[in-house]
């Protein structure tokens, strides 16, 4: 299996720009994950799926950031507009079962001017 | 809320010695305990994860404790190479109602050299 994938890989965007963060988790994983890295607050949980229904969003900072997760094999994280502050490295992760080890894409590092 | 702290923030050691980075955890009511290692510029490695029953996992030169009671965790490593060399986070799974959810510490950064 390839791995979870995650793109763009790299993402620099000017302040009040709609950033689209994408992520194909490992086929057959039913629990999707997305994170957020930063130095100051290391790293976050911003959103899980099941079976890609939203479980908990609390996480998700606020009404700027959206997600959905149309199929089994994709999800997308949105952010509009974007702000300086959302500059960080984003995480998809994806699991068999809710508890299990979780596999990490190679994230995807935004930063916004 | 659980909080997770990992002691050294940061360690440096020659090739060759044993080591033992630290997680402490606030509260003791968890359902798993994960180890991750992470690369420069890459995603998260899952390395052990041990479940609350459990008092330890090994893999290779990995072995880790877990001390519910007390709200630790240990990751041993033993025979340290230069390719160890990269940042360790452990994560705590609270269970109950944030089961899948994990809270992460800082980290640490070791350095092996040779």
């Known amino acids: 299996d390839a791995g979870v994938i995650q793109s763009p890989r790299h993402e620099v965007t000017e302040m009040g720009q709609e950033v689209t963060l994408r992520c194909k988790p490992i086929?057959?994983?039913?629990?999707l994950f997305w994170y957020r890295q930063t130095m100051m607050r290391g790293l976050e949980l911003l959103i899980y799926f099941n079976n890609n229904v939203p479980i908990d969003d609390s996480g998700m900072p606020e009404d700027r950031f959206s997600a959905k997760m149309p199929n089994a094999s994709f999800s997308t994280l949105k952010i509009q507009p974007s702000e300086p502050r959302d500059s960080a490295v984003y995480f998809c992760?994806?699991?068999?079962?809710?508890?299990?080890?979780?596999?990490f894409g190679p994230g995807t590092r935004l930063l916004v001017l | 809320k659980q909080e997770v702290t990992q002691i050294p923030a940061a360690l440096s050691v020659p090739e060759g010695e044993n080591l033992v980075l630290n997680c402490s955890f606030t509260?003791?009511?968890?359902?798993?305990l994960q180890w991750f290692r992470q690369d420069p510029g890459k995603g998260l490695t899952s390395l052990l994860l041990i479940q609350s029953s459990q008092r330890e996992q090994t893999s290779g030169r990995l072995n880790a404790s877990l001390d519910k009671s007390s709200g630790r965790s240990t990751l041993y490593i033993a025979a340290s190479q230069p390719g160890d060399s990269a940042t360790y986070l452990c994560a705590v799974d609270a269970g109950g109602t944030s089961y899948g959810k994990l809270t992460f510490g800082q980290g640490t950064i070791l350095t092996v050299h040779p």
């Open positions: 992760a994806s699991t068999t079962y809710r508890g299990g080890r979780q596999y």
């Open positions: 509260d003791s009511a968890i359902y798993n």
């Open positions: 086929s057959g994983h039913d629990y």
